[in-house]
DNA sequence: TTCGTATATGCCTTGACAGGAATATGCTCG
DNA sequence: CGAGCATATTCCTGTCAAGGCATATACGAA
């Protein structure tokens, strides 16, 4: 998962994999859509690669390279985790916190003694 | 959407934010849990708190963080725009794939005349 | 006010990483 | 085989961000 994060927080990488959102597509084409030297996309698309975001296909001495489902996958089900993030309202657990705070005080005049 | 996978693309904070998933805490407790230094960890937070993920209420010297919803749910959104990639086949795009390669080879053909 | 506690900020050093340019590798075709 | 094209890799350099440490700020209690 976090290498996943690592690899989607570059500017560059970011708009490739949007870009491939749009289907496979060879490197030549990736650069000249996102104005990018070659040998920078295919740095990028290495961590990608390395990052199991995309997948390559030769053709010929074309490499197309094409988005992974499995890593998007595992970042909905990750996310999922979260739901009640946003689902929920956390309110009660204000409360929990007043709580903790409480115990803290307790943990230090406990110590002092 | 990038500035947070920026913030996610670190270790501890990632770590942060998944320990926060279990409800809002103030600073020590988070250093104390990811045996993480009081200044590295009030830096942390800040990052995420600029990136929006999560939100600060002051409870007397303590600074409580919790999770905002919002980010995650856009982050949900983002994710669902992919949601075909792991729910259909590219099969046939690969076959566009392939028209792209001869277009190209047109091109080049084209260039030198 | 003074002390103790919780948190934030500033400075410094170091490591990682992105871009540029040159070069290597691999494949196709004549 | 040799030329040409698509892609990958290497080396170099500058930038940026994370951690450590010291310090500043804020608040509460005595």
């Keep these: 998962m976090l290498e996943m994060f690592v690899a989607?927080?570059?500017?560059?990488?970011?708009?490739?994999?949007?870009?491939?959102?749009?289907?496979p597509l060879p490197v030549n084409r990736?650069?000249?859509?996102l104005?990018?030297?070659q040998p920078q996309v295919s740095k990028h698309l290495r961590v990608l690669k390395d990052a199991g975001l995309v997948d390559v296909e030769p053709?010929?001495?074309?490499r197309v390279y094409e988005l992974r489902g499995e890593p998007l996958r595992d970042?909905?089900?990750?996310?999922?985790?979260?739901?009640?993030?946003?689902?929920?309202?956390?309110?009660?657990?204000?409360?929990?916190?007043?709580?903790l705070?409480?115990?803290?005080?307790?943990?230090a005049r406990r110590k002092k003694k």
């Design 8 to 23: 989607l927080a570059e500017q560059n990488r970011y708009r490739i994999v949007e870009l491939l959102r749009g289907g």
């Design 30 to 33: 990736i650069g000249a859509q």
């Design 35 to 37: 104005r990018l030297n």
């Design 59 to 62: 053709h010929a001495q074309h």
């Design 75 to 99: 970042m909905h089900t990750w996310l999922e985790r979260y739901r009640r993030v946003w689902d929920q309202r956390f309110d009660q657990l204000n409360e929990l916190v007043v709580e």
């Design 101 to 107: 705070v409480k115990k803290e005080k307790a943990d």
